[in-house]
């Protein structure tokens, strides 16, 4: 089992930043690939950024690209997300997941332990 939990959410105008923190216990930090997702109120859940186990490749949405960063700190057992350049769109509910599969890492499906959620509003 692993647990995830959250952390950094907030509201911020549009232009600024936040960095989300997704603290994990459980198993091996290091034996799963991490993700971010979104999902904004009445939208279905969207994938953000991934990481894979080696810490060699990361993946982002397209909406992303160039503004979010995904990294890890296997000392801290913690993902983060960090957000720059925020746009009102970038507006909704933050979960942090995790997988033990090697593949796949932009789909919903391929994820096993999902956290809470944290709020991001960015106002204009």
């Known amino acids: 089992q692993v647990q995830l939990v959250e952390s950094g959410g907030g509201l911020v105008q549009a232009g600024g930043s936040l960095r989300l923190s997704c603290a994990t216990s459980g198993r091996t930090f290091s034996s799963y690939a991490m993700g971010w997702f979104r999902q904004a109120p009445g939208k279905e859940r969207e994938f953000v950024a991934a990481?894979?186990?080696?810490?060699?490749?990361?993946y982002y949405a397209d909406s992303v690209k160039g503004r979010f960063t995904i990294s890890t700190d296997n000392a801290k057992n913690t993902v983060y997300l960090q957000m720059n350049i925020l746009k009102p769109e970038d507006t909704a509910v933050y979960y942090c997941a995790a997988t033990p599969r090697i593949y796949g890492f932009t789909s919903i499906q391929t994820y096993d332990y999902w956290g809470q959620g944290t709020q991001v509003t960015v106002s204009s």
């Open positions: 990481i894979n186990r080696s810490v060699r490749f990361t």
